[in-house]
């Protein structure tokens, strides 16, 4: 299972190289959501063969929300707006890219200095998290599009789960539970503000909302 785990966590790291990378608004969607199956998926894996029940079913309600209906939400706002793609990022997609590889070489450095509770078995699981973390911040502060801004978060949220995995090694599922249903009220929320910044503006250009000060 150590194997398979593994090559979750590098197709984690290649997920979050290739957010900082897309400018299509449709394809970053996509890779948030196959993102969150990933991130899914971890636990189970990472049980081995000890796998309870109440830890497929936290694993399915995850994969469903973040892969299934926070993608069907995000994706209705995309088609209630006439934005495509993520034209002026404040950083490029050079800079991004190259931000993403001094992220995940910090990341493996802080690591080195931390002492965590799954860190002898997965060695790789503390510096994917913390470099999805900061990928998540980044696209955050450095996209103009709402959307964009709103699959940073998800992104982010995806790094803590998966350092609330290497840290604690296991979550109650209430808590679980809570925070994806906070998660989905957050998405929700979003998708409406987007809609609605859209309907009024003709963009979703978050940057431009500076114009309403004063």
């Keep these: 299972m150590k194997a398979l785990t593994d090559i979750l966590l590098v197709l984690l790291i290649l997920s979050s190289f290739a957010l900082l990378n897309s400018s299509r608004l449709g394809a970053s969607i996509r890779l948030a959501a196959w993102q969150g199956i990933l991130a899914g998926l971890l636990p189970a894996v ?69 002492d965590l509770a799954g860190h002898a078995a997965f060695r790789l699981a503390a510096p994917t998290a913390m ?38 090694g296991d979550v109650p599922v209430l808590i679980e539970l809570g925070v994806l249903m906070d998660i989905f009220v957050a998405v929700f929320v979003m998708g409406i503000a987007i809609c609605h910044i859209n309907r009024e503006f003709d963009h979703m250009d978050s940057d431009r909302l500076t114009s309403l000060k004063g």
């Design 131 to 168: 470099a999805m973390m900061l990928t998540g911040l980044f696209l955050i502060v450095t996209r103009r599009i709402a959307l964009s801004q709103v699959i940073g978060f998800l992104a982010l949220e995806n790094g803590i789960y998966v350092f609330g995995l290497t840290a604690v």
């Design 46 to 114: 990472m049980s081995g063969h000890a796998v309870s029940l109440r830890i497929l079913a936290t694993g399915a309600v995850m994969i469903a929300m973040k892969g299934l209906i926070f993608p069907r939400l995000l994706f209705r706002a995309l088609r209630a707006s006439e934005t495509r793609r993520e034209q002026q990022p404040l950083l490029g997609y050079t800079a991004s890219l190259i931000f993403g590889v001094l992220a995940l070489l910090g990341a493996f450095w802080l690591d080195a200095r931390l």
